[in-house]
């Protein structure tokens, strides 16, 4: 009597323990789906604000004057790279990485738009108008939109975006490849000397690139011609001068009949 007993309290705390186990684990299945359940919101929430925009680029071309004449672009990842032509204080290649809170302004407000509904042209027909584009990538297609003042206000507002984006990011990014323009004077540059500094001590700070004093432009302005070593990387050079405490501005020294264009 007394061994019958004994089996039958273990066979039911047997019983109770598996359903206890039971209970256990689907509580934990029931915790894992729920978490897994979030995560695919969240990721699905993040893909949505993103929208199918891969990349965006602002290309400012040439006019008849001194317009600034550049290229940038921006990718989802916040990897830019910014490409200085004519009448810019960086020219040539230059890559960098833009702030995800910037990156994040940027993106909702282009996905807000509704990019593709716009027309792939909006010019005035002004001879003298500088003509801009904004480029938009997507997983699929590329799309650009090209025009002058007679864009609507919602794309230059994208444009202007880019812009303040590319010139307060622009000076931190590392030089990639030297744009040196043709018209150029081999292996001299023009410096505008600031009244706390001279042409000497700004060489000084660049040994390496063999820069000297070659000689004043006038004697009532602080601009010299200075040399360098024409196997140093020009573009790095001019970027560099451009930064340094001693200079109010710096630039190649072009033809004589190229420096108006």
């Keep these: 009597m007394k061994l019958s007993t004994i089996l039958l309290a273990v066979i039911t705390l047997s019983l109770v323990a598996c359903k206890g186990s039971k209970k256990s684990t689907e509580e934990k299945k029931e915790v894992v ?27 400012r071309n040439a ?11 921006v990718d989802k990842t916040g990897a830019a790279t910014y490409n200085g032509q004519r009448f810019v204080d960086q020219l040539g290649v230059w890559k960098g990485q833009i702030p995800n ?48 003042f007679a864009m609507p206000d919602e794309l230059k507002d994208a444009m202007k975006l880019l812009d303040s984006l590319c010139h307060q990011t622009v000076p931190a990014f590392e030089l990639y490849e030297a744009n040196v323009p043709r018209s150029i004077v081999p292996g001299e540059t023009i410096v505008n000397v600031k009244a706390n500094g001279t042409p000497e001590a700004i060489c000084e700070s660049f040994v390496e690139y063999g820069l ?50």
């Design 63 to 73: 006019c008849y004057g001194r317009c600034p004449a550049f290229e940038f672009t």
């Design 101 to 148: 809170v910037r990156l994040q302004e940027l993106w909702e407000y282009c996905n807000s738009l509704g990019l593709e509904k716009y027309e792939s042209s909006y010019k005035s027909g002004a001879m003298d108008a500088p003509i801009s584009s904004l480029k938009i990538g997507r997983r699929d297609s590329v799309q650009v939109i090209v025009g002058d």
């Design 212 to 261: 000297k004093v070659k000689k004043k432009v006038s004697p009532a302005l602080s601009l010299y011609v200075l040399t360098f070593d024409e196997s140093q990387n020009a573009g790095r050079l001019l970027a560099l001068l451009k930064k340094h405490p001693m200079v109010a501005e710096a630039q190649f020294n072009q033809q004589a009949d190229q420096r108006n264009n």
């Design 33 to 59: 789906t729920e978490t897994v359940t979030e995560v695919t919101d969240e990721i699905e929430e993040k893909e949505m604000m993103a929208g199918d925009i891969t990349s965006l680029a602002v290309k």
